[in-house]
């Protein structure tokens, strides 16, 4: 049932603005967020109303669709419905017996917002001068929003049109007149674009149904979601970014950089250099640059063999197992030494250096350890240096993300915190971050604390009787171990 799919792409869509917003407070603070919020309001509102009634009929498939897009957007109330819309949609069966109840929701939201700019005398696109405002505000901030809006805009107006799965010229002439709104609003010709065809139109609305089977952006969420990392997600996003359009590029027959992707993780153990390199191996497989997208974890004693002549087999095995995905090799530094030019770890590096050019296509490489040890072990070999020129430092989690960690791992398996146990948990984080080493555990030192946490949890409570369902989910401040 496309209309599901739909649905679900439309929460998703949602999302995406949410970020854009949150993306603006982060950058710019509440008061340009809510600007920029209240315009883009009143733009997706306005252009809901000019698709929908396009083909002269506003049908409840169009209303859903609009409904759960602002209720995901603006309306935190409805985080609920929200919520049970997405169970829903996982049960097509059960979609369809709740369709009738969905239709008088939609028909309340559709009286108590989009009718009301009937009455608003001319809603159509010539007229959408929000466009003109979120490029002035992009303009006094040194900005660059109005295109990533835009182009969600462009999307949220296809769902609404493809919503009712019939798609008539009226609907097309009114997507052209967007684009043509959108991308040609002022003379800054970085901003405008050709004109879409009605061939073009109709391939980018069949597409929105098959937006659900990419991953790319739930690995992006998940990418995103990760606890601390601020540095390094903003520069893989940037490299991704790049990778996308070097796609769409290439899909253009216009001309690309070839650009190494392979990459160094630096930082110490449980920074989430593992984590990070098994996402970014995904993401790789959803852009089409690998095709399978696996990562395969190894070091020394994986590459190396302990007799001469079984090294460069036993590499070999390895790097065949990584091809069409990627092989991170954790404590790289320890596969040679300065100083030991007998060592079999020679070898093994060359045979790596060897097949990551034989197999540029098919594999990337991605090396891990402590920083200073890193520099040493490329700085051995030249070839290591030209084939790695990535460099991603993992830094070590402060108290609050570590106690953010801890409350994660709790979360997972259905703890929660009193308050007087998450502050003594922060304080032992405090305590460990101030005294760190080089080999301070990081996400590690979180999970030990938390595994130590719920054993005294479990002998606190196992001769309580009869035991609730509070006594058994709250850990309590003695449950926390004295660190």
Known sequence: MDFILIVKNILLEAEKLSKIIEEIKNKYGNELSDMYKEIIYNLFLKVSYIAGIADEKFVYEEKIVIQYYFWLFLDNTKKDKITEVKKLLQNEELFKTK????????????????????????????NLSELTKIQEIDLTNDAMFYNKIASSLYRFASYIIKAD?????????????????????????????????????????????TVETNNLDKNLEELNKLIGLNTVKEELISLINFLKIKKLREEKKLSTSNISLHAVFTGNPGTGKTLVARILASIYKDLGILAKGHLIETDRAGLIADFIGQTSS?????????????????????????????????????????????????????????????KKFLDINPGLQSRFNKYFNFPDYNPEELTEIFELFCTKLDYLLTKEAKEKVFKIMENKFNSKDKFFGNARLA??????????HSNRIAEIAPITKEILTYIRAIDVPDL
Request: glycine content about 4%; aromatic content about 6%.
């Open 99 to 126: 369709f009738d109840e969905l239709k008088q929701e939609s028909d309340i939201f559709y009286n108590e917002k989009i009718a009301q700019l009937e009455k608003l005398g001319d809603i159509s696109i010539v």
């Open 165 to 209: 799965g019939e798609i008539v010229d009226k609907e097309i002439k009114c997507l052209k007149e967007l684009w043509s709104k959108l991308y040609s609003i002022n003379d800054n010709e970085t901003n405008i674009k050709q004109p879409i065809s009605k061939s073009q139109i109709l391939q980018s609305i069949s597409e929105l149904t």
């Open 314 to 374: 036993k590499t070999a095995k390895v790097i065949e197992t990584a091809l069409d995905g990627v092989l991170f090799i954790d404590e790289a530094y320890a596969l040679i030494s300065p100083g030991t030019e007998n060592d079999f770890g020679h070898e093994a590096v060359s045979i790596l250096l060897k097949r990551m050019e034989d197999n540029r296509d098919r594999l990337i490489v991605i090396c891990a350890g402590y920083p200073e040890e890193m």
């Open 447 to 456: 999970r030990n604390i938390f595994e130590d946490t719920i054993k005294r």
